[in-house]
Structure formats: C-alpha cells, structure tokens
C-alpha cells in the first residue's frame, strides 16, 4: 500500500514561480498555493499541509513575518518551511534561519536541490513524528508498570 502523498503548500506573489514549483512537484506531492502571507497562513490552519516553500520578498507581509507567524502558532509551529528566495546574502539566510526556517534554497531553484532538500525535511519530520509516538507509548507504559498494572518483563 502506498503511503499518503505529502502535501507542500508554495507561497509566492509571482505567478510564474508557482506554476514552476507546481509542475515540478506534481509528481511527488500534492500542491497548494497562496500568494499571500495572509491568504498562507489561513490554509495552513485549515490544516493537512505538510510543508511550506516560502517567498521571502512579498507585498504587505514578507516571508519572514509569515515564517514567524507559523512557528507562533501552535497547530503550525511544526509544519517545516524552506525558504525560496532572490536573496542570496548570507545575512539574508541567517534572518531566514532565525526566523524559523528549516532550510533555505536561492532562486533559480535546481530541480535535484530542491527535491532533495523537500524529501530529506519531509523524512526529519516523519521520523520525529514517530520517535515522539513511541515514546509517549513508554511513557504510557512506564506509567502503567509503576501502578503494577503491567508485570516486569
């Protein structure tokens, strides 16, 4: 059985950028898009998104606002954001970092690069996901042992 397709919403106010990013990520993943921070952060907590590729230079709140936004938020403070931006200074990558930013790609995107870095903070996210289930699951246990409910094995 397959698993389900992760989905990676792209906020960008350039149109061609998303058609760009949609088409190279159809494939693998399902897309949604927003042009807007504002418009961004209402799909986000609407829920079942999996990953953000951000714009950093946006009209009315740039990408590191929107950034920050997602980590403030609990519902989304987990969901992994990368970075797509013009903005190739070191300077620029260090605020998108310190913004809460797993990652930081500059344009042109290289499709391999991109690809890679969306797989590689997808399978980070999943993996922490499961060693956070296991562990409430020995908590859970380690619980239930210390009310000798379950035999020492």
Known sequence: MNAPRSTVL???DTPDN???L???LKEKYNTKVATNGNVALQILLAGGVDMVLLDVM???MDGYEV???IRHEPRTAEVPVIFLTAKSQPEDEAKGLAAGAVDYITKPISPPIL???VSTHLALRD???ELERRNAELEALLAQRSHGQVPEV
């Open 10 to 12: 792209i906020v960008d």
């Open 18 to 20: 998303i058609m760009l």
């Open 22 to 24: 949609s088409a190279l």
């Open 58 to 60: 946006m009209p009315d």
């Open 67 to 69: 950034c920050r936004r």
């Open 115 to 117: 690809f890679a870095r």
């Open 127 to 129: 993996a922490r996901r």
